[in-house]
């Protein structure tokens, strides 16, 4: 917690969606929704949490 120890492999990274240091296996692989088992609003204070995302799932 006090970060006093180097990590034994830092990943570089060329870009914020660079996937290159995961196996293709699971990069290949067709993402699938998981809702919730039943619908519910998001407090005030949860959507703030989530205020810098910009991902809208369409329905349809």
Same mark, same amino acid.
């Given at each position: 917690?006090? #970060? #006093?120890?180097?990590?034994? *492999? =830092?990943?570089?990274? #060329?870009?914020? +969606?660079? =996937?290159?240091? $995961?196996?293709?296996? $699971? +990069?290949?692989?067709?993402?699938?929704?998981?809702?919730?088992?039943?619908? *519910?609003?998001?407090? !005030?204070? &949860? &959507?703030?949490?989530?205020?810098? *995302?910009? $991902?809208? !799932?369409?329905?349809?």
């Amino acid at each position: 917690m006090a #970060k #006093k120890l180097k990590p034994p *492999f =830092v990943p570089s990274i #060329k870009e914020p +969606t660079d =996937v290159s240091n $995961f196996d293709s296996d $699971f +990069t290949r692989l067709q993402p699938v929704l998981s809702p919730p088992s039943k619908p *519910f609003s998001l407090s !005030a204070e &949860q &959507q703030e949490a989530f205020a810098d *995302f910009d $991902f809208c !799932a369409l329905h349809g």
